[in-house]
């Protein structure tokens, strides 16, 4: 049997993404802002996350919020190829503004098609940051709390079982980020590449009481799930065997095993392969009896 074609997620280049036209068709060009040059990284690996949310986490007639960052631009583009292919409806909240550009683009693999599907999309509105291609602020977070989505797809910047999960804005990204957090939604995505795991960066995110994963799963009425990539490399690379070492708190922790019991809690990591649809599961950490 013929060996399943796999790309390397740890270095990528423009080389390799030519190989793959399903990575060339939803990659951000990428820029000199903090969040253009995020776009040239572990591009691989977040088109494979990109296409598991598309295919799994996204039904006909679903009610979204995307929030910003390189990952969640490219699921977007997923989403808009898969409503273009299956006829779907969906209606999109979010403060991103790369996903505001390409739903009003034209032309493009991942543009919207008013002939083929019914996609609806609302911005928060508030103070567009150029650094991070979103928009914050009272405003956005003002917007947030009005607006109803059956799901919430958040990204990160580092996360850790132990602590919670970070970001790298300024203080004006910080109003979203509590509230994607807290707020009572059906089901909340975590939503980051392998780089990510186990990482820290500026800002700690937690609501009044709780914090990182008990915070997240406490206002998800189904459950939290936790979507992310496997580093490349066999078992003996420092990079997966690091990577693993976080996964393993899922089976170690007394909080986050009696949150799986509870069925709130779910990890799934993927990677990219070259056909559809475009990802396979590798593992999936879900719910125990």
Do not use: W
């Amino acid at each position: 049997m013929a060996k399943k074609k796999t790309l390397k997620t740890s270095t990528e280049h423009d080389t390799k993404l030519k190989q793959f036209d399903c990575v060339k068709q939803i990659a951000p060009a990428k820029d000199n802002t903090y969040t253009g040059k995020k776009c040239g990284i572990n591009v691989c690996a977040k088109a494979a996350i990109a296409y598991y949310i598309a295919d799994q986490l996204i039904p006909d007639a679903g009610n979204i919020f995307f929030d910003a960052g390189s990952t969640l631009t490219m699921a977007a583009r997923a989403a808009f190829i898969c409503a273009n292919e299956k006829g779907h409806s969906l209606m999109v909240t979010t403060n991103n503004m790369d996903i505001s550009e390409d739903f009003l683009s034209k032309k493009k693999p991942y543009s919207p098609d008013s002939n083929k599907c019914d996609i609806s999309l609302q911005l928060t509105g508030g103070k567009h940051d150029r650094q991070h291609h979103a928009l914050f602020g009272l405003l956005a977070a003002s917007t947030l709390e009005n607006v109803y989505p059956e799901a919430i797809f958040m990204g990160v910047t580092g996360f850790r079982f132990e602590e919670g999960l970070f970001y790298h804005g300024a203080n004006e990204e910080q109003s979203i980020k509590t509230a994607l957090y807290s707020k009572e939604v059906c089901r909340r995505i975590l939503v980051f590449d392998h780089s990510k795991m186990g990482k820290r960066d500026v800002f700690l995110c937690k609501n009044l009481d709780l914090k990182a994963i008990e915070g997240l799963c406490k206002n998800s009425a189904q459950k939290t799930i936790i979507v992310t990539s496997r580093p490349d490399g066999d078992s003996t690379s420092p990079e997966v065997q690091e990577f693993e070492k976080s996964l393993e708190v899922l089976n170690e922790s007394q909080l986050l095993v009696k949150l799986r019991k509870e069925g709130k809690l779910e990890a799934v990591v993927v990677r990219l392969m070259h056909k559809k649809p475009y990802y396979e599961v590798v593992k999936k950490i879900g719910l125990l009896p």
